[in-house]
């Protein structure tokens, strides 16, 4: 077996023991286990962003990076789930203003305009670092991949959930 074979397939049985203890986390939703799925959850998105940087840019072991970057993207689908889907921070920071109590009201502009302006910072990062790749010419004809940019919108749209999560916990149900 050629060697990038078989360094392809120990990164791949690697990366799937390690999504299988992101799902080992799941199986509570403790508020430890649910920072610590948006740690996993958003280094995986940037993980994700690096290899298909590289599958951009041509390299020789191209497949590598595309298996990890796929492998990535299910991982953060994976944590994605239960972090924001079954402990209803996704439907808090997407319900109309009008549904809300005063107490969520009040958490949800928080969470919106505090994550807002943490997306305009790293946008920003995120525009400085590609144009000094194409100034020192490391890439000069990259340009915003789509991945980057399902990447943003995915954190525009998780950011403010996160940040309840790791300011105020769940908040409690109300019905």
Same mark, same amino acid.
């Given at each position: 077996m050629p060697k990038f074979e078989q360094i392809t397939i120990a990164i791949f049985y690697? =990366?799937?023991?390690?999504?299988t203890i992101t799902l080992f986390y799941t199986q509570g939703a403790k508020m430890k286990n649910?920072?610590?799925? /948006?740690?996993? %959850?958003? /280094?995986f998105l940037i993980i994700m962003n690096v290899m298909f940087y590289f599958v951009?840019?041509?390299?020789?072991a191209s497949h590598?990076?595309? +298996?990890?970057? +796929?492998?990535?993207?299910l991982v953060i689908i994976a944590t994605f789930i239960p972090l924001h889907m079954k402990s209803?921070?996704?439907? =808090?920071?997407?319900?109309? /203003?009008?549904?809300?109590?005063?107490?969520?009201l009040a958490?949800?502009?928080?969470? &919106?305009?505090?994550?807002?302006?943490?997306?305009?910072? +790293?946008?920003?990062?995120? &525009?400085?670092a590609l144009s000094l790749? /194409?100034?020192? %010419? +490391?890439?000069?004809?990259?340009?915003?991949? #789509?991945?980057?940019?399902?990447? #943003?919108?995915? &954190?525009?749209h998780? &950011?403010?959930g996160t940040l309840i999560i790791w300011k105020n916990g769940l908040p409690e149900k109300t019905e």
């Open positions: 690697k =990366l799937r023991i390690f999504t649910l920072k610590m799925m /948006s740690i996993i %959850n958003y /280094s951009f840019r041509g390299r020789q590598i990076y595309d +298996i990890i970057g +796929i492998t990535s993207f209803d921070i996704w439907k =808090l920071t997407h319900t109309k /203003s009008d549904k809300l109590d005063e107490r969520e958490l949800t502009h928080w969470a &919106l305009s505090e994550s807002y302006g943490w997306f305009a910072i +790293i946008c920003l990062l995120i &525009l400085l790749i /194409s100034r020192i %010419n +490391i890439c000069p004809q990259y340009t915003i991949s #789509m991945p980057l940019i399902a990447s #943003m919108i995915y &954190l525009a998780t &950011l403010p």
